[in-house]
């Protein structure tokens, strides 16, 4: 268990780290095959092993760098040596399942007698059909030995988009793809459950309308920009934004439209910050990003009808600049012409994550963004990605901030 007492909360992309949670690649990913890799969003077959080895090299990277690495497997095995925990993790799973009664009620036994360990591993890693020793009956019969009687969750890797800190609240998302849906089930259960959350507020909700967490970028202490596209709906912007005015959380939140494609799923495979006034970001949009700019004058109140002020759409850039006060948000671009910046930006050459201002972590491989950042005095911290990245995220998508010192103007 930690001990570092560091606060729990984050109030920037680039303050010190603190305290980051991950999810090292385990046996979920040796579910994925050629049949289901689409609809379980991965773009390929990840080597398992490897995978394995270039995320224990990203953990390496950061605890040399003194930030604490909490695994969320740890935290959710933890978290089921709780009773009502487990119970509730358990009825939960198979609440969602069109299993038929014979066997949801041969899992909810099964499930119900695992070991903490055993049941985050069914919870993760999913259980196929032929992998069950009871409940057979019509329902097993007519499926095929490989389908998956509950589904396994490869994107738990992306430990960025199924929960946000915002201060020292937690937003619990709500995923917007049908094959992550269950992962806001185990973040909710270890905030709500696990001891070393206890007493920390949550805001949103898996139930709520949608809003990833690769969405939410905190700009600058009280300033949110929210990509709303493929993930996040209006709607879940909207919310997230009532939310964060009514707590105090943010005085501004930007939202910000972003193209409905696999490429720029997220506001964060375009840009991410490198310091208080710097980003990488992905130049064939720089220029065309748009933002809306909310407030709401009587904040903070907890009237429901608490009414938004949003701007007219202005360029992105500018929209932020003026919110975080600074005079330019610089841009770093991805790449020298329009083709490598293409190239690195589906490599996740624009998603980075800092670990301090000015010193983040990039994929080696993003060889021409990472020369620019280097020229813009940022000192990259690179690691191997090639399998990690077969899932299309990058250092940033893999991990969730939960501890970071407010950032040193
Ligand atoms: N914050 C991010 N950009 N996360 C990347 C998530 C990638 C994941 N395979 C998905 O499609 O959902």
Not at 201 to 212: D, L, P
Not at 307 to 322: I, T
């Amino acid at each position: 268990m930690a001990q570092n007492p560091a606060p729990l909360g984050a109030s920037s992309e680039v303050g010190r780290l603190r305290t980051v949670m991950l999810h090292r690649p385990g046996p979920e990913l040796t579910r994925l095959t050629p049949r289901n890799n689409d609809t379980l969003l991965f773009d390929g077959i990840p080597w398992v092993a490897r995978a394995q080895e270039e995320h224990d090299r990203f953990a390496d990277a950061l605890r040399e760098r003194d930030v604490e690495v909490l695994y969320l497997t740890e935290l959710l095995t933890e978290t089921l040596g709780i009773a009502e925990a487990r119970a509730h993790a358990v009825g939960e799973a198979l609440a969602g399942l069109d299993l038929g009664d014979t066997m949801r009620g041969y899992l909810s036994g099964f499930l119900g007698e695992a070991s903490p360990e055993d049941l985050t591993r069914h919870l993760t890693a999913g259980i196929r059909n032929d992998e069950v020793r009871g409940g057979f009956g019509l329902v097993t019969s007519l499926l095929a030995p490989d389908d998956f009687l509950i589904e396994p969750l490869p994107n738990l890797l992306f430990t960025r988009d199924s929960s946000v800190w915002v201060r020292d609240r937690v937003a619990i998302t709500s995923l917007a793809m049908p094959a992550r849906k269950r992962e806001t089930e185990l973040t909710e259960l270890i905030y709500a459950r696990h001891p070393r959350f206890a007493g920390t507020e949550r805001i949103h909700g898996s139930h709520f309308e949608h809003v990833e967490g690769g969405d939410v970028l905190l700009l600058a202490p009280g300033v949110i920009a929210v990509g709303v596209g493929e993930r996040t709906t209006p709607a879940g912007a909207e919310r997230l934004a009532r939310q964060v005015f009514r707590h105090e959380l943010a005085h501004t939140v930007l939202a910000v439209p972003i193209a409905q494609e696999r490429a720029t799923m997220h506001l964060d495979t375009i840009c991410t910050l490198v310091d208080v006034d710097k980003m990488v970001i992905y130049p064939n949009v720089a220029d065309s990003l748009q933002a809306y700019t909310v407030t709401a004058s009587g904040a903070p109140t907890s009237d429901p009808d608490l009414v938004l002020d949003v701007s007219a759409s202005a360029p992105f850039l500018e929209a932020a600049a003026a919110a975080m006060g600074i005079d330019r948000l610089h841009q770093i671009e991805t790449g020298l012409d329009p083709v490598t910046a293409e190239r690195e930006q589906w490599d996740d050459g624009n998603n980075t994550l800092a670990i301090a201002p000015r010193v983040a972590v990039g994929y080696e491989r993003n060889v021409e963004t990472n020369a620019r950042l280097e020229d813009a005095g940022i000192e990259v911290v690179a690691i191997a990605g090639s399998e990690l990245g077969s899932g299309r995220g990058g250092p940033r998508c893999m991990s969730c901030p939960i501890s970071r010192e407010d950032p040193q103007r």
